[in-house]
């Protein structure tokens, strides 16, 4: 009788050369240019594209284990969370603009990030990135559909839930999150893969996904939690393949370093102001908050970012130009976003509030050498008109940045007390800015930036200033989904059912 022969067991090289092979094929009747005529026309020079390797060479095998594991999970966690009233278990509704914001704002993002990498897949020649990008598209693709699985059952319940898609491309605070996205996906393969592999991923997400995570189970929201920390185990995936990618370009032609270095300048301010969004959340729409954006940043942004940097500093890559002006604006960019939020809360699809005395005891605690001083006085005086009876809102259609699409809330560099605003023409035809590094953004590139759409000249250009029916196309009810949290259907129907529940038990 015959020995069985065990075959040897392939490691992992070896799985990952199996599910590639023969992919890189020479093209016979079309010359490789013509088959990807984006790989050079962005002038990145690639000598040899076999060099590139996906660090975690994951084979589809593996990767469908690994997620399908992470799904039974996630789902067993959620509909758990559905049947037991889990929206009851939340500290306050006000938490739940926080998860508003994520929904209009973030998870559209992912589902962009999604059909911008199956894209990639496609223009890129090697097939070590090829894989990669498609490796990722499903990834997104499945953060988005995770994370609106997930906020579905707040639906139920609340208010500014229902129409996400549509405000995403209409509503004037989800246009900031949708231009970053629109921007990376209209460049090139390689400018992308900076955009999202750098800025998304290291720059937004780190800061997105781990701390506020965190703040979410303190509230008691595991459903968000969950699928928080089930995306963040790809979003590490993602994060050394987009800085394998910024080595690669370097590491092939020397022609290429002041290409991405300009890159890193553009997609670290463009993802930095997305996060002002982030730091308001944190620390403003918490009711309990495990740390402030300041301490999120000193964490996730100076130490992670720095040690990225000195990584890179031996390809001779630099902190991009915007890294001073960004460490000086962390002191003061969420207080100055809320107040816009709040005098503008007409116009979202979430609550805003005047902050209690604990709140500002903890946020002075928090920013000792800015909150009193700048901020604590216009919060007391919005009070004091909300007290009177004329609460303070501005109807008055914000100004807003032609790059980076934030109203110009923020102040300039060195003096809290002036707001920054740049202005530039070009053809003609004058564009405002919230910055230096916005305006900087727009002239390298105006051709691009001049076609933006914006949400409050749409205002005007659409429907012709009338407000009731922007809150129409918008899918907003006036007072419903909008406006102070106190007295708000959100905060009564969360004291109800809370009470209700109570009392059954």
């Known amino acids: 009788m015959d020995t069985k022969v065990i075959k040897p067991k392939l490691g992992l090289k070896e799985k990952y050369r199996l599910l590639t092979r023969d992919l890189a094929w020479e093209t016979s009747y079309q010359p490789q240019e013509a088959v990807y005529p984006y790989a050079r ?26 997620q399908a594991e992470k799904e039974r999970k996630f789902y067993a966690v959620i509909d758990a969370h559905a049947q037991n009233n889990g929206h009851l278990n939340i500290t306050d509704a006000r938490y739940l603009s926080a998860l508003k914001i ?3 704002a973030i998870s559209p ?50 208010n500014g839930f229902h129409a996400f898609a549509d405000q995403r491309d209409r509503i004037w605070y989800t246009s900031v999150a949708r231009s970053f996205f629109d921007d990376a996906m209209s460049a090139g393969p390689f400018e992308f893969m900076i955009a999202i592999g750098f800025s998304f991923e290291y720059v937004l997400t780190n800061l997105l996904f781990v701390p506020f995570m965190s703040g979410a189970a303190y509230n008691g929201d595991m459903a968000t939690v969950t699928f928080g920390f089930s995306a963040q ?41 997305v996060l002002g969004l982030v730091s308001t959340m944190m620390d403003y729409m918490l009711p309990k908050r495990v740390m402030s954006w300041r301490e999120a940043w000193e964490i996730y942004g100076e130490e992670n970012g720095g040690a990225l940097f000195r990584d890179l500093a031996r390809y001779g890559i ?65 009070k004091k008109l909300a007290d009177a009876g004329t609460p303070f809102k501005n109807f008055g259609l914000a100004k807003l940045c032609q790059t980076c699409q934030l109203p110009s809330v923020f102040s300039e560099p060195g003096d809290p007390t002036l707001s920054c605003h740049r202005e530039a023409v070009h ?43 922007w809150m129409d196309w918008v899918s907003l009810k006036d007072g419903v989904d909008n406006g102070d949290f106190v007295g708000s259907q959100d ?15």
């Open 41 to 66: 026309y962005e002038g990145i020079k690639i000598n040899d594209w076999d060099k590139w390797e996906d660090p975690f060479r994951l084979t589809m095998d593996s990767y469908w284990k690994y």
């Open 102 to 104: 994520f929904l209009q």
């Open 109 to 158: 993002g992912e589902y962009a990030a999604h059909k911008g990498f199956s894209r990639a897949g496609r223009e890129f020649p090697g097939v070590g990135t090829q894989v990669a990008c498609q490796m990722q598209a499903i990834d997104e693709i499945r953060h988005a559909q995770t994370q609106i699985h997930a906020l579905s059952n707040y639906n139920k319940y609340y």
């Open 233 to 273: 185990s790809d979003e590490a995936r993602h994060m050394t393949l987009g800085l394998e990618c910024i080595k690669f370009m370097l590491e092939q032609d020397p022609a290429n370093l002041p290409i991405v270095q300009g890159w890193i300048d553009k997609w670290f301010w463009r993802g930095f102001r």
């Open 318 to 382: 630099r902190p991009p130009k915007g890294w001073a002006d960004a460490g000086e604006a962390i002191d003061h960019m969420s207080h100055q976003f809320m107040l816009g939020l709040y005098q503008w809360s007409f116009g979202t699809s979430f609550h805003s509030w005047i902050p209690s005395e604990e709140d500002m005891e903890w946020l002075s605690a928090k920013y000792p050498t800015t909150f009193d001083k700048y901020y604590r006085p216009r919060w007391k005086h919005i």
């Open 427 to 469: 053809k003609g035809e004058k564009y405002h800015f919230c910055s230096d590094h916005c305006q900087h953004i727009f002239e390298n590139e105006p051709e691009k930036y001049i076609q933006a759409w914006l949400p409050m000249p749409g205002l005007f250009q659409e429907l012709g200033g009338d407000v009731g029916a």
């Open 491 to 505: 905060e009564a129907n969360f004291d109800r059912w809370r009470g209700m529940a109570k009392a059954n038990k």
